[in-house]
Nanobody, 124 residues
């Protein structure tokens, strides 16, 4: 499966942004999808995951209540709605896919397929 993220940009603190990641090359609904991010000088970190039909989601504590992950299997796309953005949310955001779901592993970035990232910059 190939993944292409989009929707990043420069926003101010408190603003909202929606990222999208379109998948191609395989049956999208077969994959658990996730969002991760990497800030300059820091390791990549888990943001959120969503299971195949969207019935289960998981979030990092740092984004819980502000970010929402969703998916549209008819459009082969997973979204990350980001509200109340903070400067510390500044990072390159990556989407990832895996055939299997394991919360422990996904939170540690163990995913089979990765897309190129999209930059999100939040100014104070």
């Amino acid at each position: 499966v190939q993944l292409q993220a989009s929707g990043g940009g420069l926003v101010q603190a408190g603003d909202s942004l929606r990222l999208a990641c379109e998948a191609s090359g395989s049956t999208f609904s077969n994959y658990v999808m996730g969002w991760f991010r990497q800030a300059p000088g820091k390791e990549r970190e888990f943001v959120a995951t969503i299971t195949w039909s969207g019935d289960m989601t998981a979030y990092a504590d740092s984004v819980k209540g502000r970010f929402t992950i969703s998916r549209d299997n008819a459009k082969n796309t997973v979204y990350l709605q980001m509200n109340s953005l903070k400067p510390e949310d500044t990072a390159v955001y990556y989407c990832a896919a895996d055939l299997y779901y394991n919360d422990y592993e996904s939170r540690r970035g163990v995913m089979d397929y990765w897309g190129k990232g999209t930059q999100v910059t939040v100014s104070a």
